[in-house]
T-cell receptor, first 113, second 117 residues
């Protein structure tokens, strides 16, 4: 069975500092990986996705993630965060049959001035 | 070009009542997914539907929960005889047809926050 583990439940960081949100997955099938962001009281918005090809994926809002098959990781990074990046971030893996998403527990990113 | 619509946004029910949550997918989307987010947890898959068909309901509780996506109208998630443990945010997502849903982005609605008193 597929599963996703987000290693940090909360990440506080100062504005303009770099940030990395960690995500590890387990899967016995081909892997399709996603990062979503959820702002308070809103739905989820796709940041980026890995389906195949280049292991470095660039997304919206200056975020990027690197797929590392040997370490079964898909960490999300941003070189310089803004206050507006404060939100909950979810890593997800797609079930190959039908496309349902298996989510991690989420990481709350808190950017402080 | 409206996104995924869910209503109501907030729903309060007393124990034993029924809750009906509605989801209108984006125009042209024929795949609908329902997820539940319990407090302090990530989203958990519940059910995957296409028009008039339930494709995967492996995440649905065996009792009291049902879902449909009729030929016309929104998808409905129905919870009968609600209990306090049903209090959660319920999110609907949709994706377009073709190439298998997992190649396509799932667009999420704003969610319905159900509170059971």
């Amino acid at each position: 069975a597929q599963s996703v583990t987000q290693l940090d439940s909360q990440v506080p960081v100062f504005e303009e500092a770099p940030v990395e949100l960690r995500c590890n997955y387990s899967s016995s099938v081909s892997v399709y990986l996603f990062w979503y962001v959820q702002y308070p009281n809103q739905g989820l918005q796709l940041l980026l996705k890995y389906l195949s090809g280049s292991t470095l994926v660039k997304g919206i809002n200056g975020f990027e993630a690197e797929f590392n098959k040997s370490q079964t990781s898909f960490h999300l990074r941003k070189p310089s965060v803004h206050i507006s990046d404060t939100a909950e971030y979810f890593c997800a893996v797609s079930d190959g049959e039908g496309g349902k998403l298996i989510f991690g527990q989420g990481t709350e990113l808190s950017v402080k001035p | 070009n409206a996104g995924v619509m869910q209503n109501p946004r907030h729903l309060v029910r007393r124990r034993g009542q029924e809750a009906r949550l509605r989801c209108s997918p984006m125009k042209g989307h024929s795949h609908v997914y329902w997820y539940r987010q319990l407090p302090e947890e990530g989203l958990k898959f519940m059910v995957y539907l296409q028009k008039e068909n339930i494709i995967d309901e492996s995440g649905m509780p065996k009792e009291r929960f049902s879902a449909e996506f009729p030929k016309e109208g929104p998808s409905i998630l129905r919870i009968q005889q609600v209990v306090r443990g049903d209090s959660a945010a319920y999110f609907c997502a949709s994706s377009p047809p073709g190439q298998g849903a997992f190649y396509n982005e799932q667009f999420f609605g704003p969610g319905t926050r159900l509170t059971v008193l």
